[in-house]
């Protein structure tokens, strides 16, 4: 194996070095093409593609040359892309039954008449189980994304723009959700007041985080507002909701991403088959 591996950069020598005689740009240019083509033949695909970048980098002007180099990076692209696409579509099923099995739990709610993107929501959560309390709610969009909304239930308002969820000295807390921002609610019924704040920053995944790391303990949730705040323990139905919405939009992101890398790879492959078809 020692002496193949010594094999090209001999020939290289050997070429540029024969006798006294310089080698013209399209003799340098063929001698990179045929260590090319060698590699390539040996499955040393990434040093073979070195060579073709050599070729177009330092020879510019050889065209016939960089046009046979080129169809080997094209057939090297090609096989890349068949490789990607047989691990990103087995992946990409092993992530979909992890999903399927995970959206048991949740109900789907889409108004198609006013929305582009439906949500999951954790069953327990759904709003006619929680009419006439304050609570947080978690939610995961069809897209992937994970939200977290706070609903207010009171006499008098507070009008409440953010959330803070605290276990002693240590927090987390959401993004301030201004009025007039189109995630900020309020309505009132049977004498209640209703205020929902929608939270849709990376914030999210932090809060996620911490009562995951604290489910075990009491965390203490403040809605905080311009007209007062509101204070109350968090309760193990929403822990728990707040873990698994958490956890099925890392899946469902994951299972978009394969999505896509997949239908790119398949784009891809038709480019690069056209192309050698076409020369």
């Known amino acids: 194996m020692k002496v193949r591996l010594i094999a090209f950069p001999i020939l290289i020598l050997l070429l540029f070095s024969c006798g006294s005689k310089k080698l ?15 590699l390539f033949k040996s499955n040393k695909l990434n040093a073979a593609k070195i060579q073709i970048d050599s070729i177009n980098k330092l020879f510019p002007k050889e065209v016939s040359v960089r046009k046979k180099a080129n169809d080997i990076f094209t057939q090297i692209q090609l096989i890349e892309q068949k490789k990607n696409l047989i691990y990103a579509d087995s992946l990409f099923k092993i992530r979909k039954v992890t999903l399927d099995s995970m959206t048991r739990n949740f109900s789907f709610e889409k108004d198609e008449k006013y929305e582009d993107v439906g949500n999951y929501i954790y069953k327990s959560q759904r709003a006619e189980n929680n ?19 706070s609903i207010y239930c009171g006499a008098k308002p507070i009008k409440h723009f953010s959330t803070k969820f605290s276990v002693g000295d240590l927090l987390a807390e959401t993004e301030t959700v201004p009025d007039g921002s189109g995630y900020n609610y309020t ?3 049977n004498g209640n007041t209703y205020e929902n704040v929608i939270y849709r920053t990376d914030a999210n995944k932090s809060i996620a985080s911490f009562v995951q790391q604290n489910a075990k303990k009491p965390i203490l949730v403040t809605l905080t507002g311009k007209s007062g705040k509101k204070t109350y323990t968090l309760s193990e139905g929403e822990k728990k909701a ?19 890398v997949i239908n790119v790879s398949k784009k891809k492959i038709i480019l690069y088959e056209t192309g050698l078809a076409q020369n």
Request: hydrophobic residues 35%.
């Open 187 to 189: 309505y009132n019924d």
């Open 24 to 38: 013209t740009d399209k003799e340098q240019a063929q001698a990179h093409l045929e260590i090319a083509q060698k």
């Open 242 to 260: 707040i873990s698994e919405a958490y956890n099925l939009s890392v899946v469902s992101s994951d299972v978009k991403k394969l999505e896509r």
């Open 131 to 149: 009419t006439g309390r304050t609570y947080v709610k978690a939610l995961v969009e069809e897209t992937g994304t994970f939200l977290l909304s």
